[in-house]
């Protein structure tokens, strides 16, 4: 089970941290993404991690701006997000794979979102 929590209404140039919680002995074993998805679009991919935190990839759009980390003694990954845009606006997601992807369907595990809104 993964919980998202940390989402909330911000000004654009504001920050915002997510943190996603998994529940199980096997956090370490997957690698973890997150996600987001805004009214009337596809989900869209945001960043993953390795199991180990050594490798990270972010999509353009948020490159520079979004650092994902994880620490897995707490069984959590973060979603640092810095310099919010009003188009960063979606709801997000975390998920968990056996490796490293980009495409939504390829992971097995997903949260059930937390609510970003970025007003300009």
């Known amino acids: 089970q993964l919980v998202e929590s940390g989402g909330g209404l911000v000004q654009a140039g504001d920050s915002l941290r997510l943190a996603c919680v998994a529940s199980?002995?096997?956090?370490?074993?997957?690698?973890m993404g997150w996600f987001r998805q805004a009214p009337g679009k596809e989900r869209e991919f945001v960043a993953y991690i390795s199991r180990s935190d050594s490798t990270t990839y972010y999509a353009d759009s948020v490159k520079g701006r979004f650092t994902i980390s994880r620490d897995n003694a707490k069984n959590t990954v973060y979603l640092q997000m810095n310099s919010l845009k009003p188009e960063d606006t979606a709801v997000y997601y975390c998920?968990?794979?056996?490796?490293?992807?980009?495409?939504?369907?390829?992971?097995?595990?997903w949260g059930q979102g937390t609510q970003v809104t970025v007003s300009s």
């Open positions: 199980g002995r096997t956090f370490s074993s997957y690698y």
């Open positions: 998920a968990a794979d056996r490796g490293p992807a980009t495409i939504a369907a390829r992971y097995d595990y």
